[in-house]
């Protein structure tokens, strides 16, 4: 069964379901591959319209989420890294959305992967809280790359001294998402 894990996620708790913590496991010896989400693995197009009015309907946005289409670049990428790298999604989504998220992921067949997600209440600049948490997940670890849709994310990675990769292959209206992931601190 593909198992999808976050850093104080809601499965941390060992024996729940049967299955050993993973963070009773030993390291993967190798190296990390990290992915976004939106806009990067699945294609947030046609609910962008819920964040374009003055009053966001943040609540619409998210929930149509499990509508999402894979982007078939992305995809293409994660099973590629999924050969040869141990997986990681780190996404600017709130913690509340796991379910729905690891969800997803399985529908469309991602490889499975650790999951790290926004904790409550953060509402950080993703250029913030995104490289925090890949930090928290990478110390001590290699890691192949790290990629994402938004430029200034991508750029914290880099002058963090990550390896990254910009999905550039979702035709997403940037100013929406940026103003979303910058001022809202929402994905």
Do not use: C
């Given at each position: 069964m593909a198992r999808w894990s976050g850093v104080g996620g809601a499965d941390a708790e060992a024996g729940a379901d049967g299955e050993e913590d993973p963070e009773d496991q030993p390291p993967d010896p190798r190296p990390l591959a990290v992915f976004d989400l939106d806009g990067t693995l699945a294609d947030?197009?046609?609910?962008?319209?819920?964040?374009?009015?003055?009053?966001?309907?943040?609540?619409?946005?998210?929930?149509?989420?499990?509508?999402?289409?894979?982007?078939?670049?992305?995809?293409?990428?994660?099973?590629?890294?999924?050969?040869?790298?141990?997986?990681?999604?780190?996404?600017g989504r709130p913690e509340h959305l796991r379910a729905d998220t690891e969800r997803w992921l399985a529908r469309h067949g991602l490889p499975p992967g650790r999951l790290l997600m926004r904790r409550a209440g953060d509402r950080r600049p993703a250029r913030v809280a995104k490289p925090e948490l890949l930090r928290d997940l990478t110390w001590g670890r290699a890691v192949s790359v790290v990629v994402d849709d938004d430029r200034q994310v991508c750029r914290a990675y880099r002058d963090a001294g990550f390896p990254v990769r910009v999905a550039d292959w979702s035709d997403a209206p940037e100013p929406v998402l940026t103003e979303a992931q910058e001022r809202e601190g929402r994905t």
């Open positions: 947030v197009r046609h609910r962008l319209h819920h964040l374009t009015s003055r009053r966001k309907n943040w609540d619409a946005f998210f929930r149509a989420a499990e509508h999402d289409k894979p982007l078939a670049e992305g995809v293409a990428l994660v099973r590629k890294h999924a050969a040869t790298d141990e997986i990681a999604y780190v996404t």
